[in-house]
């Protein structure tokens, strides 16, 4: 066991019982967020999966500026 979980522990044997529902409530918040950050890692990976596979999508001949151009230049005419 590390030195702050032995820490950790010897603050809980030190508190009173009738805070313990206090400190199970705050370990369940901590449980729960740290769940939903390995879900967000997780989704992050899948969304960088996903661009860099479209990367490799793109044709040999794909021309980035001028297919920047053509985007602003739709953006005008669509305002005009």
Request: hydrophobic share 40%; proline share 2%; no cysteine.
């Amino acid at each position: 066991m590390t030195l702050v979980k032995e820490r950790a522990i010897e603050m809980i044997q030190r508190m009173p019982e009738d805070d313990m529902l206090y400190v199970i409530n705050i370990l369940q918040n901590l449980e729960a967020m740290s769940i939903d950050k390995e879900k967000d890692r997780q989704r992050a990976k899948l969304a960088l999966m996903d661009i860099l596979n479209m990367e490799k999508k793109l044709p040999d001949d794909f021309d980035m500026k001028k297919e920047l151009q053509e985007a602003r230049e739709e953006k005008y005419d669509n305002f005009g």
